[in-house]
C-alpha cells in the first residue's frame, strides 16, 4: 500500500496534534482536582496551562490561511527544531537528571519525558502548515473521531501509568517514615526503660553506695548499648556529681548551660523525659538526653542523664532498601535532624528544599508525647526514570498507531473517492451517480426534473490535434466551466463526467423555458476561447436534455440514454444547439440500433448485394457507364441504402460496406467483358476515403483486376467532414492516377456553385432534386441550365442523377456530352439483367 499525505490526512493530523494538546492539558486538569500527589505531579499546573496555549495557538492557526511567505526561512527552522528534539529526547534517555537545566522546560521527570514528543509534535504541526497551508479538512471527520479516540486513550493510559509510578514511589517514602517512626519509638522506650531501671536500683541506696553504683552501671549501660554515649548524674544545683569520660567532656563543655536546659531539667515531674540536646545538634554527635530525677533515702536530689548518640538512635541496615530517600525530622523550625545522617549541616528547610526537588512530609508521633515534622527527599531518580521511559514508548506508539491508522483510512477515503469521483475533472463519475440520485429520489418528490448531456462538437479532431495531456486540460477547463456555470445559476444542478468527453448534468426543481435558458448559458460559457499554454482554442459543445414534469419512475441509465438521443439530434443538425427529447426521436433511435444490429449480421453472413444503374450519354444514346448500388435483401423485400447507409456511417460500418460493394463489383468486372469498357460507379463514405492507404488500396485492387482506372468512379458526397484535407489530398492523387472521381448529389447539403471550380473532382453529379420541377420551362431549369454550363466550363463531366421525365430529356438534349442517370432509362438491375440491357442497348 502506498502512503501518500494528502492535504486531508495532513490536516487530520494536524487536529490530532491539536487533540493532544488538548487532551494533556484536560488530564493536567483532572491530576490537579482529583488525584493529586504530595511527591510530584504526572502533568504539572504549569505544563497543563502550556499545552492548553499550544492548543489554542494551534487552533487559532488552523483557521488562518498562512501564506507563508518565506518558505526557506521556515524550512531552516526544521533542522533547529529536530537538533533540540533530539538533545532534549537523549538527555531524558540516558541522562536523567532532574537538577540539570534545560531552559524552559520543568525539571520533572513526566514533563522531561513530554517535551521531547511536544516538540515533535509542534514541529510536525510546523512542517504540517508550511506544505500544506490550508489545514481545514474537507472530508475526515470520521477518522478524526477514530484518531481522537486512539489519542485520548493512549495519553490517558500513559497517564494513569504515570500516576502510578507516582504512587508508588510516594507509598515507599511513605513506609519509610513509618518504619523511621516505629524503630524511633522502639529504640526509645527501651532507652527509657534502661534509666528507669537504673533509677529503681539506685533511689533505695544511701548517698555512699549511689555514686559507685550509678558508675558500675554508666560502665556497663555504655559498654552493652553503643548507643549510649555516657551516664551523667548532676546535684540538684546541677553540678557535676559523676559520670564516665564522655558525660565529663559533656559536661565540662557546657552542654547543659544552655537556661532552657537547665529550665527543662528542673522541672518538678518525676517522669522520666528525654529531649535532644539543642548544642550538640551540629555536632558530629548529636546528643539526646533521658532525664531521670533521683530522691536518695536520704533525701538527697540528683539528675541522672544517660546520653544517647541519635545517630545511632535507628539502624541504618533497615533504611538502606528505602535508600532512595533522605529523610529529615525537623526538632525545631531551625533544626533538622538528618534520619541518614548524610548531610552533617541541619540547615533550613528552605535550604533543604532547594537541595532536591521532591519530597513528601509526614508527621511522626514520638513516644505519643511529641509530633514531629519529616521532609523525605527523593534522591535517586532511577526508577522514575525506567518508567518514564517506558510510559513514553506508549506516547510514541500511540502516535505512531493514529499516524498509521490516519493514513490507512485516508487511503481508502481516497480509493473511494477515486470510485466516486473522476481523476481528469474532479466530477462525480457516472457510476457514482446512481447513488446519489437513489438518496436524492428518497428525499422528496422531485418537480421538473432533468437529465442534460453535454458533448464536445468535434473534439475527436481537436484531441488528435492537441494530444493527451493538452485534451485532459481542455476537459478540465471545460469541466470547471460548466460546474461553475451550474453552481452559479442554481445549487440543485449536479455536473457528473460522462465517457469521453461528454458530461452529465442534472436538473431538479427547474421547469422548461427556465431549463433550456440554462443549458444555452452553459452551451455559451463552454464556447467562450481557452487558452492552453500558447494554444488558443475556440469550440463548441452542443446538448441533449431529457425533461419530466414530475418524476415517476427513475432510472439513470435510460435518462441518459434519452439524452444521448436529443444529442444526436442537436449534433445531427451542426452542433452548438440544445435538442430536447421527444419520443419520435426515440423511434428513430431504436430504429437505427435495429438497423446497426442487422446490419452488422448482414455484413457478417455476406448477405448484402449489389444493383447496377446505366447511366447514358445523350448525344448518342450509348450507355457509358453504370453506378454500383448496394442492396439489402431483408423479408423477401429490401432495406433502401437511403436509409441503412447514414447509420452504417455514424459507424465503421460503412467502411465494411465499402469494402464488400468494392470487392463484389471488381469481381462483376472481371467476370463480365460488358462491364469493361464502360465506367463503373461505386459509392464510397468520405470515411471510406481518409482511412489511410485507401487510394494505395483501391488502385491494387484495380491493377489486379485488370481493370483500367479511367473505367472505375469514386463517387463520394460532399459533408461537412473535418478531415477536409486528407480527403481532398487523396481525391486529387486518384484523379492524377487516371481515377474518375465524382461530386455525388451535387446542389444539397453542403455543394455550393462557388466551391465548384476548386471540387478535387472530374465529374459532377447533379442531384434528383435540382431536376424535380425542371421538366418545364421553370426557375428551376434555369438554374440547371446555369449549373451545367459551369460544370461544363470547367471541363467536368455532367450526370443528372434521377431523371424519370421524357420532357426534362428533350430539354438536356442540347446540351452535348451530358450524361443521364435515372428510371427513365433503367431502375438499379441485379448483374444479370444489367449484362441483358447492355446487350440489348
Ligand atoms: P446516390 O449515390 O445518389 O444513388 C442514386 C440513388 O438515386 C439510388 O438510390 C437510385 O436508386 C436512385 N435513383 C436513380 N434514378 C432515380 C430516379 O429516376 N428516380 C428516383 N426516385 N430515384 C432514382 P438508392 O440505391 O436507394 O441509394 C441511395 C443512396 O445510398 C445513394 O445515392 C448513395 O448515396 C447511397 N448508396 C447506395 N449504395 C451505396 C454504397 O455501396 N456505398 C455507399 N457509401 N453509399 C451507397
Ligand atoms: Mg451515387
Ligand atoms: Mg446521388
Redesign the pocket.
Known sequence: MQFNVTRNAASVLYSIISYFCLVVSILGLSEFMLYKYELMSVITPTAAIISALVFLILLLLKNVDSSIKSKKFCLSLVPVFFVYFLFIQFSFLFHMDVNVNLGWIDRNPFTLSLAPLFLFIIFSAFLIKIYFKNVRSVDGNRIKLVAFIIIFSGTAIWHQSSLNVVKNEEAIARERVHLIESMLNKNLSSQKQAVARIRERVESLSYDNFKTLVNIDAKSYTKDYEVIKGVLVVDKKLDFYSGNDFAKTFYANGMLEKPTIKAWMRQSSKDIQFAANSLTLNSEIPILMFLAPIKLSDGSKFYLLTLLDMNLLLEKDYLKHFSKYDTYIELTPQVYFSVDFKDKKRASLAELKSGYNYFIANKISVQGLVEHNTFSFINNYIAIHRSTVINQLILWLTFAFVFVVVLIADSSRLAELRAKYDEVTGLLRLEALNQVFTNLQSMKVINGFSTAVLKLDFFEATYNTLGHKTSDQLLKDVALRISSRAQHDDNSIIVARGTGDSFILYFTNTHLPELEEKLNNILLEVSKAYYLGNIELNLTASCGAVYYEQLASFDINYNVQQANIALEQARKHGGNQVELYQQSMENIYKETIEIRNNLYKAIQNNELEVFYQPIHCLNNQTITGVEALVRWPQKGGWVSPAKFIPVAETTEQVVRVGELVLNKVISDIKKYPQLQNIIVAVNFSTKHIVKKGFSSNLTSLLTQGNILFNNFTVEV?ESSFQEKTILENTLHDLIELGVNVAI??FGTGYSSLSSLANQPANII?I??EFTLGAEVDSKERRLLDTIITACFDLGKVVVV?GVEDERLISYLAKHKDIRIQGYFFSKPLPIEQLIDYIENC
Open positions: 458526397t455525388d448529389d453529379k442531384d434528383r442523377e
